[in-house]
């Protein structure tokens, strides 16, 4: 199997179709799009993820923390704690692990989480550091924000810019290959991305103002997540390739590298789908949080999705493994 992200088709047949329902509090299932589960506390709804890091080997824990996190976010959930599991191959030294857990406690210092608990292992089943990272939120039920829940007709909006988790990778993990070709300040650039991984800001605005769904951008790129929301929703969508921003640090990485930027994993955007009424206000409100947000598109009735270049429309296909796994194998 090709490294990254299952096929869909394999995830829906292999492993979704074959879980069966059993627990009526359960109200948010796992289903393409869907990157969290949630069940009800009563009033509220506790909103729960999960996810391994696999494809970086720098800034492990600060990544693990952010990925998580955001997919509670996505839901309009509040965060409040999150469970690590850290498995360590046997050549795998002391400070590796101090400099990891002290990523995991700034990062989830300057969020406001607990840590709630997890595992750590040395094993011969893996040959570097694998972490798995597990979210904990909660939020009002008639405030649960679900992917399925995108309305045709809704704006489509993007925070922040594609491709920032993998650019920052990239830079890490082939620094003299990237020495070769960006200048110093583009490299440092390219490093702050890092730091502009989490979407819990975004999501918390936007769920006070109104939207009908929210997707955090990862594997697959903008393109991917366009795709896993049109699925979702049952929806079509038209999105507009020049209103998409990118970073000329990260054009640079793509080109020399020959990737796509708009397929390159993009930890730290989110789309958002809004009535039109709600757009200006969303824009502003995140605009003045110090947050780039542009409309993209729109979702249609239609089931089509398509990306307009000038006069050139192409179909957003089934997102395949993503660009990331070109460079790092």
């Not at 600060?62 to 850290?86: H, L, Q, R, W, Y």
């Not at 939207?211 to 790129?221: A, L, P, Q």
């Not at 003045?288 to 993209?296: K, L, S, V, Y």
Request: aromatic letters at 4%.
């Amino acid at each position: 199997m090709e490294i990254g992200k299952l096929s869909n088709k394999v995830l829906n047949d292999i492993v979704i179709n074959t879980l069966k329902p059993k627990r009526g509090e359960v109200i948010l299932r796992p289903a393409i799009g869907e990157d969290c589960t949630a069940f009800s506390l009563e009033e509220d709804v506790c909103v729960m993820s999960t996810d391994p890091i696999t494809g970086a080997t720098l800034n492990l824990g600060k990544i693990a923390v952010n990925i998580a996190v955001n997919d509670i976010a996505s839901c309009g959930a509040e965060p409040f704690g999150i469970m690590i599991t850290i498995l360590i191959p046997p050549d795998g030294e002391i400070e590796q692990l101090k400099q990891i857990m002290n990523d995991i406690n700034q990062t989830c210092d300057s969020l406001n989480i607990d840590i709630l608990g997890g595992h750590t292992e040395v094993t011969d089943a893996v040959t570097r550091f694998v972490i798995t990272a597990t979210s904990v939120g909660r939020v009002k039920r008639e405030k649960l924000v679900m992917t399925k829940n995108a309305k045709a007709g809704d704006c489509i909006l993007m925070t922040k810019y594609v491709g920032m988790e993998g650019t920052s990778i990239i830079i890490n993990e082939k620094r003299k290959l990237i020495e070769s070709f960006l200048t110093e300040d583009e490299i440092k650039m390219g490093n702050s991305f890092i730091d502009e991984l989490s979407v819990v800001k975004e999501g918390t605005a936007a769920s006070k103002i109104g939207v009908n769904s929210m997707h955090d951008i990862t594997e697959g790129g903008i393109l991917g997540a366009i795709w896993e929301l049109c699925h979702s929703s049952q929806l079509g969508a038209l999105v507009f390739e020049d209103k998409i921003p990118v970073r000329e640090v990260t054009r640079k990485v793509c080109m020399y590298f020959n990737l796509n930027p708009l397929k390159l994993i993009s930890s730290g955007s989110m789309l958002i789908t809004c009535d039109k009424k709600h757009k200006d206000l969303l824009i502003t409100t995140l605009l003045n949080e110090g947050i780039n947000c542009q409309m993209i598109g729109t979702l249609s009735e239609k089931k089509d999705i398509l990306l307009y270049n000038k006069n050139k429309v192409t179909t957003i296909m089934e997102p395949e493994s993503d660009e990331l796994y070109k460079v790092i194998k």
